[in-house]
């Protein structure tokens, strides 16, 4: 008999609400396991991700994984350290100006929620603007950045998107990447190389 996590994995996976509102067929992605280390949401795949099925296997991901973790594809998809989800499981098309169109709220609403009921992780974390408005609605996002916060009782991070597109806001942030996400880095390889 599966477990209620499977269940609900079974169920994502399934899910097909937003196709009318896309106009192709979603393709809900995620990555891990119930006891996972780590819990990293993001936005929404890419239209990359979307085809290879599996998270961060674009330019975001490179830079994710090898520049501010600086962790190998091994560590990155073991699924003893990271969870890989979103606040919309599925790439949701780009908009009229060519855009990739918000993740729409229906997503966390139906299953991110439940997800982060069920998982039993250590930390979290949370990248992009428009995933860290669904965790601290409150909060300035640049504040969020560069403190640790808490969430759901656990030490939650919060990163700027690693897309190519968001080189400005690294240029404006310096401090980012001389200093923060060094401390980022050795959380995550602490929180790995826990036994």
């Keep these: 008999m ?3 996590f499977e269940e609900l994995k079974e169920q994502i996976k ?3 609400y937003c196709e009318q509102k896309f106009g192709f067929t979603p393709n809900p992605i995620f990555w891990g396991k119930k006891n996972s280390k780590i819990v990293q949401i993001s936005q929404a795949p890419s239209k990359e991700v979307h085809k290879t099925g599996k998270p961060f296997t674009d330019m ?5 994984k090898y520049i501010w973790y600086e962790i190998t594809d091994e560590e990155f998809y073991n699924t003893d350290n990271f969870y890989i989800g979103a606040v919309g499981h599925c790439y949701p098309g780009k908009d009229k100006n060519g855009n990739d169109r918000q993740p729409p709220k229906c997503c966390f609403d139906m299953w991110v929620d439940k997800e982060l009921k069920i998982l ?7 990248i992009g603007a428009k995933a860290a408005k669904f965790f601290f609605p409150t909060e300035n996002f640049e504040d969020l950045v560069f ?5 759901n009782n656990k030490l939650t991070l919060v990163l700027p998107h690693p897309s ?12 980012f990447m001389n200093k923060r996400i060094l401390e980022i880095r050795q959380i ?3 929180t790995i190389n826990k036994k």
Excluded: F
């Design 120 to 126: 039993d992780n250590e930390i979290y974390i949370v």
């Design 188 to 190: 995550i390889k602490d």
């Design 14 to 16: 399934n899910c097909r």
């Design 147 to 151: 403190k640790n916060s808490i969430w």
């Design 2 to 4: 599966k477990d209620a």
């Design 164 to 175: 190519p597109l968001n080189k400005r806001w690294l240029k404006d942030h310096p401090y």
């Design 60 to 64: 975001s991901g490179k830079t994710l």
